[in-house]
């Protein structure tokens, strides 16, 4: 099993559409998780940390299931805007040599 | 706006040059990273400092070495360029390890 795993997609969703992925890691003591966006060919920017109780922020919710081992993004209310793939990245901790990140999720957002 | 700024957007470089990536960050940040970025594999460590003069391996530092003479300042140098090192290299600093990273635009880099 990779440590970290992503469906590669495409998602395509249309405009104003709910749509969420999934991250899973292997590593059960993973101690810090992060969802990133990466636009095509840019570089990826940070779109919010993932704490135990979860993160909202406007349109974007992240959550954390430790028992099964995975990470969520919700976005809701799609915009075109929101048209890339998104990287999610673990750190279980022990030196920033075991931080991983995941091939990705590419979102289509449709008119 | 805080910026890690990498010295080129794109460079082609022949087999067997030696070659250079300038990575400057302007937020006092004491790690930094060099990751290279390719179809398929995702992200990869290549190397990472934690403070001046101060390096760690990464998955793959075969071929590269690193420079931190200054705190703002992560050298990646290419030995001797080979063609399989044709990828996106990506430069990136860090407050702490539960602050995420902050990128640069990256380096596309063609060994030919």
């Known amino acids: 099993r990779k440590e970290v795993e992503q469906d590669p997609g495409p998602f395509n969703v249309p405009e104003g559409a709910t749509v969420a992925f999934n991250c899973t890691y292997s590593?059960?003591?993973?101690?810090?998780f992060f969802w990133y966006r990466q636009d095509c060919r840019k570089e990826p920017k940070l779109l919010m940390s993932?704490?135990?109780s979860g993160n909202e922020d406007g349109r974007f919710t992240a959550q954390l299931n430790r028992a099964s081992q995975y990470i969520s993004l919700l976005i809701r209310d799609s915009k075109l805007s929101d048209s890339a793939t998104y990287l999610c990245v673990v750190n279980p901790g022990g030196g920033y040599q075991k931080v991983t990140f995941g091939t990705g999720t590419k979102l289509q957002v449709i008119p | 706006d805080v910026k890690v700024t990498q010295s080129s957007r794109y460079l082609v470089k022949r087999t067997g040059e030696k070659v250079f990536l300038e990575c400057v960050q302007d937020?006092?940040?004491?790690?930094m990273f060099w990751y290279r970025q390719d179809p398929g594999l995702g992200l990869r460590l290549i190397y990472f400092s934690y403070d001046v003069k101060m390096k760690e391996k990464g998955d793959i530092p075969e071929g590269y070495s690193v420079s931190r003479e200054k705190k703002e300042r992560f050298s990646l140098i290419l030995e001797s360029a080979s063609t399989n090192q044709t990828s996106m290299y990506l430069c990136?600093?860090?407050?702490?390890?539960?602050?995420?990273?902050?990128f640069g635009s990256g380096t596309r880099l063609t060994v030919v």
């Open positions: 937020m006092d940040h004491e790690n």
């Open positions: 590593n059960s003591a993973s101690q810090s």
């Open positions: 990136a600093s860090s407050l702490g390890p539960r602050n995420g990273y902050t």
């Open positions: 993932v704490y135990s």
